[in-house]
């Protein structure tokens, strides 16, 4: 399983664009990379996913560079409700599921006023 | 709404007694996993079923136990109830392994 490092936390300020970023120097080629997003007392809910290169969605975007060494969540003009906790998980696809899903300690991001 | 339902969402309960936590899948996942999330704790993740059958198996105490049923529903069993063990307890499910659907958690309080 590929170990993944992140921030324990990060701050922001309303409207700017907050980058976090996981490393996982031992990602296998067909790992995938995945990022939730924790509110207080709520189950993790799915961001984004990406092999490589660069996704975007309505949330979020995910840079992946060729080395596939580590990753950046990109989240553009944070607001309060963005405050949670950020994991990132190194998952490989398959069916069956023989993956233990392993999230690490995440990162807290607060965004202030 | 992710499609995943947890029941039942609170649970108080005294040391020494057994609980269990059903979960019900979004329509069409087979695989169920099961987290622990103790108070400002990551997730643990416990264990993992598809379609059935065991496939993972996390950090689970001997007490703890699971299944998933035929039409998919699972339980997390949990025995000889310690204080220790009060925390939110989180099921997931997936397709495939590359996104999971977490439902809203059972909040389990062991007095």
């Known amino acids: 399983l590929a170990k993944t490092t992140q921030p324990i936390s990060m701050d922001s300020y309303e409207g700017q664009e907050v980058n976090i970023t996981c490393s996982h120097n031992n990602i296998a080629t067909n790992d995938y990379i995945t990022w939730y997003q924790q509110f207080p007392s709520q189950g993790p809910r799915f961001i984004i996913q990406g092999y490589k290169t660069k996704v975007t969605n309505e949330v979020a975007s995910l840079f992946i560079p060729a080395d596939r060494k580590s990753s950046t969540l990109s989240l553009p003009r944070v607001s309060l409700s963005d405050t949670a906790v950020y994991y990132c998980?190194?998952?490989?696809?398959?069916?069956?599921?023989?993956?233990?899903?392993?999230f690490g300690a995440g990162t807290r991001l607060a965004v202030h006023p | 709404d992710s499609g995943v339902t947890q029941t039942p969402k609170h649970l108080i309960t005294a040391t020494g007694q057994r609980v269990t936590l059903r979960c019900s899948p979004r329509?069409?996942?087979?695989?169920v996993y099961w987290y622990q999330q103790s108070l400002d704790q990551g997730l643990q993740f416990l264990i993992q079923y598809y379609n059935g059958e065991e496939r993972a198996k996390g950090n689970i105490l001997e007490r703890f136990s699971a299944q998933q049923f035929p039409d998919l529903h699972s339980e997390l069993n949990l025995s000889s109830l310690e204080l220790g063990d009060s925390a939110l307890y989180f099921c997931?499910?997936?397709?495939?392994?590359?996104?999971?659907?977490f439902g809203s958690g059972t909040q389990l309080s062991v007095l």
């Open positions: 997931a499910s997936s397709v495939h392994n590359e996104k999971l659907f």
């Open positions: 998980l190194v998952v490989t696809s398959f069916s069956g599921g023989y993956n233990k899903l392993i």
């Open positions: 329509s069409g996942d087979l695989s």
